[in-house]
């Protein structure tokens, strides 16, 4: 369960980064110190975890809803995303900009690997990055997904 608890934090943190402390604090009801605890690693805060209807008002404002993914993820699930909550303004284009999108994302992940692999240790600041561009490349993956689902129905 240890590692279920320091995954959820990471993705409590990235949530929280996503909107912005300040608003973040603001749309929780929390102040800097009690949004940190539910993210920090410290044994201390290891049984803290943010209320689900503080997740609900920071997933609504964020860019990509973290800790729902990170559960879903957990459970073997995938989400699927209504028109009007996409990730991002990118609709146009269609499965073919996508297939582009997707290429030039995966590029990306394999270089920052191939840096990152280098000295044959991979360190916390460079797994960050690869977690970035993983969640980038999820993201168009969602992206492709939601149009080949428009073209299914368009048929």
Same mark, same amino acid.
């Given at each position: 369960?240890?590692?279920?608890? $320091? ?46 209807? /503080? ?8 860019? !990509? ?6 559960? @879903?993820?957990? %459970?073997?699930?995938?989400? $699927? !995303? ?28 394999? /270089? ?29 993956? %969602? ?10 129905? @368009?048929?």
């Amino acid at each position: 369960m240890a590692g279920v608890g $320091s995954y959820l934090k990471k993705h409590t943190e990235a949530l929280v980064k996503d909107v912005g402390i300040e608003a973040a604090c603001e749309l929780a009801g929390k102040s800097k110190a009690t949004l940190g605890r539910y993210y920090s690693s410290n044994e201390e805060h290891r049984d803290r975890f943010m209320p689900i209807d /503080a997740v609900a008002a920071l997933e609504k404002a964020a860019n !990509y809803p973290h800790v729902t993914s990170a559960l @879903a993820e957990l %459970l073997g699930m995938t989400l $699927s !995303y209504r028109d009007g909550h996409r990730n991002s303004d990118s609709s146009e284009g269609g499965v073919n900009s996508d297939v582009i999108a997707l290429s030039q994302r995966f590029a990306m992940l394999m /270089a920052e690997y191939n840096e990152s692999i280098q000295d044959g240790i991979i360190t916390v600041n460079e797994a960050k990055r690869l977690l970035k561009e993983t969640a980038a490349l999820q993201h168009v993956l %969602l992206e492709m997904k939601l149009h080949l689902e428009e073209e299914s129905v @368009a048929d």
